[in-house]
């Protein structure tokens, strides 16, 4: 079918014509004689081939229109994309089957006009001929009429046999339209179940996405969770590893400090460390060799060190100051590239970033322990011991850099500090000087050389180290600048070795091996340095691997030069100091500083553990009961018995005090009696730890034990709300049940009130200053204060005097501007109301104490008697015993509990005490400071110079077996 459409569509497409006009149609149902008769010709033709071929060409052609047909109407109906040759044959029928519409109207109308046109001739003629000739108009008329008919049925077979064919025709396209009905139902149908599917796997679709969405998200989780396993374990491992390989070098250190010798550098490190013990410094009077490094800020110092041992050891920062106090590295070569702190165990693995950051944040850390006093540089010395593969034995000390100008916050004595420190360090006569010079930066602007210089002016023990000469070729700085100072022409100063160094690259994270290649291939390569090079210095000269070395032999150089005098010195220092022993200290061992540490802590327990058998527990009581009633006396007395007393009836002063009481006894009472009574326990305890110590050996030692103790131990809290139900208890009792009682309520209260008018009297006497006897006895005079207390007292003396007006407890104002006008009168001075009121009150308490004692004397014997038959002095019917024996009571039973309770207490006193001890004795800076006088110095130091003279005899003996001396 696609093949016959397209061939179809080819044929009939060109041979097609469009709609003609009106005109056009016109002309054509009227054409010319010559054209009618040539289109007769065609009819009769294409009549006789259509009648021959109906059968074998009509009907394939009809078939395959109606199918065109159809499949244009669908293309229409659905507005629908055909296939190629389904559209191509529609397109094609459809015009073939207008062409053959309008030959079959042009046939038609054609046969029909010429029936007509012949009818008309006939007529015509026989009209002209009747006016003439009537036979031969009716013979010709007879002769058109003959040839009328045949026509007519020639035309009636034709048109029956069009009307026929087109018959047929309207019947194909019946079927063809009901066929193209079917197809569209069929389309249809198919395009509804091509819609389900679609939709269905649409759904399947999103669904199986769905489906491998989530298998990836869940591929995705898993994967991020095993890779965060695969990581803690990779990280676990790794600090396995690290934590082995310190293991592994610590035993393998052990078995080597047990199984080998210890080399000359190790034992010349312990020499400085003992050195520095006996000096307590490195000052003048120490003269051991050690390479000291110098330089500006940021000139590099720091670099150098870390390439010459190898690692970054060192705090790093960017222009700002990092090395606050000296730093001494030993070096030495090892198997292991490992760093330890002088005298401790723990070892830093130098492989390891984790180590490497651990220690450097450590010597910063001690760095700014160091620092006191607001100071951001410090003089004590922080030492390393540092060993690895291929390095070169010697010390190094890193100094803090010169700076030029205070930074903000800043002390402004930090440049001074730092210049102090450098000098003091390379004035040593045998330190080996590194003076590190930038050569990116201009020569005036550095201060380092004048130091030096002033130092070693012949320049015999320095080493000039030129460091970032790249930076400086690549800063365009002018060759014979860089050579100048290679060649020591440029600053003024000397130095017996000139390096070049490069110690740095533009990226700050590159590895110390990275640096060293390119550091190798600037010196081949450089202008000024490589092939053809312009400066006249040696390749021996170039590199901190030469440097290294050459530092190296000088240090060792001067250790000849200098252990044979170090010796001397060690040996008259020592004979000088066991003299000195023996005029201060003759017939003492010298005992160590924990010796003397152990001797006074077995003192201290000692006697801690015999705190039970020195007071017995009468006198615990006497000692608390003092304790106690020294911290309520005031109260009592002042506020609640005077004041009480004050101007008031008996049912007054009762009321009064019974409010005073309850209030107290809920709020201070009960916890300014267990606070009494843990001082007392302390106190106690403080008697005994002193010991024996006529050397002041022990003071500090018994001052820590005892502050540390003190401090540390607290009183059950529960003890206040014991305390305070046993004293509420006590003071409610307000009966007194028998005449042993209330005689000894009679005695405690005389007891009290003969003190305190003792305490008050002697106040007012301090107060007035000597008498006139006394004054001539004594050649004094009075002050000022004791003339106007003196003064006042004989104004006051007649209101306390007399013997019929009762006194009140405090003066009117009118009083008080009286007693003022009378003593400027008088005495011609000036009184403040206040002094007037505090001399008032002492004067009042006196009298009023003196009267209260009478009283006592009088109640004394009237137990039992109603309070409106007792006439005592003082107007409290003896209502005033009762409350002293109260009081009495309440002080007796709170001293029994806590005396109980603080017996309680003393084994754990005793244990606090011990820890204090072993905390001590763990602490070996604490146990220096707090064990310590003239004795331990001189022990200590006597001490150290003996194993001073051991060890250089055994630094001698090792140098000799290293070949390092004759």
Not at 129 to 156: I, L, M, W
Not at 348 to 359: C, G, H, P, V
Not at 827 to 855: C, N, P, Q, W
Request: glycine residues 6%.
């Amino acid at each position: 079918m696609l093949l016959v459409g397209r061939v179809m569509g080819s044929i009939v497409r060109p041979c097609s014509r469009p709609m003609m006009t009106h005109a056009q149609a016109h002309a054509h149902r009227y054409p010319s004689p010559l054209l009618t008769t040539h289109r007769a010709a065609s009819l009769g033709v294409v009549g006789s081939l259509l009648l021959m071929t109906r059968r074998a060409v009509l009907y394939p052609a009809l078939v395959v229109g109606g199918i065109g047909v159809a499949a244009d109407k669908v293309k229409e109906s659905l507005d629908v994309d055909l296939p190629p040759g389904v559209d191509e044959l529609a397109s094609g029928v459809s015009s073939l089957f207008g062409l053959l519409g309008n030959e079959l109207k042009f046939a038609r109308g054609a046969m029909t006009p010429s029936i007509a046109e012949t009818q008309g001739k006939g007529t015509t003629t026989g009209g002209e001929n009747n006016g003439g000739d009537g036979a031969t108009d009716g013979g010709v008329a007879s002769e058109s009429s003959g040839s009328s008919d045949e026509n007519k049925d020639s035309d009636k077979g034709q048109m029956s046999a069009s009307d026929a064919m087109i018959e047929k025709l309207k019947a194909t396209l019946n079927l063809s339209e009901e066929k193209v009905k079917d197809l569209k139902n069929e389309i249809k149908r198919l395009k509804e179940a091509h819609e389900t599917e679609i939709a269905i796997l649409n759904e399947r679709l999103a669904e199986v996405e769905k489906k491998l969405t989530n298998a990836n998200d869940d591929a995705q989780r898993k994967l991020i969770a095993e890779r965060e396993r695969l990581q803690d374990v990779i990280d676990r491992l790794t600090t396995e590893n690290e934590e082995i390989h310190r293991l592994h070098i610590i035993r393998s250190q052990k078995n080597a400090a047990k199984d080998v010798e210890k080399r000359a550098i190790d034992i010349f490190s312990d020499i400085l460390s003992l050195r520095s013990q006996a000096d307590s410094s490195f000052n003048a009077n120490e003269h051991l060799p050690r390479v000291v490094v110098v330089g500006d800020q940021s000139a590099g110092k720091t670099s150098v060190l870390e390439m010459l041992v190898r690692a970054r050891i060192f705090p790093r920062g960017a222009g700002s100051m990092m090395t606050r106090s000296p730093i001494q590295v030993t070096v030495s070569e090892g198997q292991h590239h490992v760093c330890k702190f002088h005298n401790e165990d723990t070892v830093y693995n130098l492989r390891s970033e984790k180590d490497l950051r651990n220690l450097r944040d450590q010597i910063e850390r001690r760095m700014l322990d160091t620092l006191v006093g607001g100071n951001v540089v410090s003089n004590q010395t922080i030492s390393l011991e540092l060993h690895g593969p291929g390095l070169q034995p010697m010390v190094l000390v890193d100094l803090p850099g010169v700076i030029q100008h205070h930074t903000r916050g800043m002390p402004t004595t930090t440049k001074g500090s730092i210049l102090d420190m450098c000098k003091k360090h390379i004035e040593n006569p045998n330190s080996i000087i590194l003076c590190i010079q930038d050569a990116s930066r201009d020569a005036e602007a550095s201060s380092v050389a004048d130091l030096v210089r002033n130092a070693d002016p012949e320049g015999e023990r320095t080493v000039f180290v030129l460091t970032k000469v790249d930076l400086a070729e690549k800063l365009g700085i002018p060759q014979d600048k860089l050579i100048s100072t290679l060649e020591g022409r440029r600053f003024n100063m000397h130095a017996r070795s000139y390096f070049a160094v490069v110690t740095g690259t533009a990226n700050a994270n590159d590895s110390l091996d990275v640096i060293r290649k390119v550091e190798r291939h600037y010196f081949q390569h450089s202008e000024l340095f490589g092939n053809g090079k312009a400066t006249t210095l040696s390749e021996e000269r170039l590199g901190v691997e030469n440097l290294s070395r050459a530092v190296s032999d000088i240090f060792w150089e001067r250790i000849r030069q200098t252990i044979a005098s170090e010796q001397m010195r060690i040996e008259r220092a020592l004979k000088h100091k066991e003299t000195e022993w023996k005029n201060n200290y003759p017939n003492q061992a010298r005992l160590s500083r924990d010796d003397l540490f152990n001797m006074g802590r077995h003192q201290i327990l000692q006697n801690v553990t015999s705190f039970s058998d020195t007071m017995t527990p009468t006198q615990w009581e006497t000692v608390l009961t003092e304790q106690i009633w020294s911290r309520i006396r005031e109260f009592i007395i002042d506020e609640i018995y005077i004041n009480s007393a004050a101007d008031a009836t008996l049912p007054e002063f009762k009321t009064r005090v019974e409010n005073l009481l309850d209030s107290w006894v809920n709020n201070e009472l009960p916890r300014v009696s267990v606070n009494a009574a843990r001082d007392t326990l302390m106190g106690e305890f403080m008697k005994v730890l002193n010991i024996d110590d006529p050397d002041e050996v022990f003071c500090e030692l018994v001052r820590e034990v005892k502050d540390k103790s003190a401090s540390d131990f607290q009183w059950n809290p529960n003890s206040v709300t014991k305390i305070r139900s046993v004293q509420e208890l006590m003071l409610r009792d307000n009966v007194v049940q028998s005449v042993a009682n209330w005689d000894n309520a009679i005695r405690f209260m005389q007891h009290i009130l003969e003190r305190e008018l003792m305490e008050t009297q002697t106040e007012l006497e301090t107060r007035k200053g000597p008498s006139t006897t006394m004054q001539w006895l004594t050649w004094t005079a009075l002050t000022k204060q004791q003339r106007l207390s003196s003064a006042l007292a004989k104004e006051l003396e007649p209101v306390f005097s007399s013997k019929h007006n009762k006194i009140s407890a405090a003066l009117s104002q009118e009083e008080v501007h009286s007693i003022q006008l009378a003593v400027r009168r008088k005495h011609g001075l000036v009184v403040d109301e206040s002094v007037i009121s505090s001399t008032f009150h002492l004067m009042y308490k006196r009298a009023f104490l003196d009267g209260a004692l009478r009283s006592s004397v009088y109640c004394k014997t009237k137990f039992n008697t109603p309070e409106a038959s007792c006439k005592a002095g003082n107007g409290l019917h003896c209502a005033d015993v009762v409350l002293f024996w109260r009081l009495h009571n309440m002080i007796r039973a709170t001293v029994n509990m806590l005396r109980l309770e603080a017996m309680d207490y003393k084994t754990e006193i005793q244990e606090d005490i011990r820890k204090v001890l072993n905390g001590i004795d763990s602490d070996s800076e604490k146990k220096r400071e707090l064990i310590k006088g003239k004795r331990v110095s001189l022990s200590e130091e006597i001490e150290v110079l003996r194993l001073l003279q051991g060890k250089v005899d055994q630094f001698v003996k090792q140098m000799k077996k290293e070949g390092r001396m004759r």
